[in-house]
């Protein structure tokens, strides 16, 4: 990501932070829900700074935790084309570690959305912003085991999961 879109990023972290929704206020209870997909509601303002935070620091180059392995496109899978999260122990080298494939070409339509959208589970499923996310996290791999196995996105519900915070993360006006 060049520098300009990293202060996009942080400058849209900020401006959430300090004007989070209702539900984020102070002494709110994060409402149970049934749905398989957690929503920003369910956390507080710190719960969702903490994962935002986090993952910016994990997009930096060689400081974060998450393993990026530059893979073919023919070995990417068809739901995740450009940025696949692969899971904990994919590495053999590095079993403990979170990694995520991407493509060589950076340039592609999508690419930095499906980036974070990879990082953001990738975040969620370590419990590296807390244990809130993770279990959240487990609730919709948990929805996502129970597709059948011809289902078009057999990451939906992680995917759904992921996506309000990757819109926070991409919002540009600051």
Do not use: C
């Not at 994060?30 to 994990?58: G, K, Y």
Request: no cysteine; net charge neutral.
């Amino acid at each position: 990501m060049p520098k300009a879109r990293w202060i996009v990023a942080l400058g849209a972290l900020l401006s959430y932070a300090l004007s989070a929704a209702p539900a984020f206020a102070a002494g709110a209870t994060p409402a149970p829900t049934a749905s398989a997909a957690p929503t920003p509601e369910q956390f507080d303002r710190v719960d969702v700074v903490t994962l935002m935070a986090v993952v910016i620091e994990e997009l930096k180059q060689y400081q974060g935790s998450i393993l990026l392995e530059t893979r073919p496109a023919s070995a990417m899978p068809a739901w995740d084309p450009l940025v696949y999260y692969a899971g904990v122990g994919v590495s053999r080298q590095q079993p403990f570690r979170p990694v995520v494939w991407t493509v060589a070409d950076t340039k592609s339509k999508g690419y930095e959305h499906a980036l974070l959208r990879a990082y953001v589970m990738a975040v969620m499923d370590t419990g590296e912003a807390g244990p809130k996310f993770q279990r959240a996290y487990d609730v919709a791999a948990g929805a996502d085991q129970a597709l059948p196995g011809d289902a078009p996105d057999p990451y939906r519900y992680r995917h759904a999961a992921a996506e309000p915070f990757v819109k926070q993360l991409t919002q540009t006006n600051v």
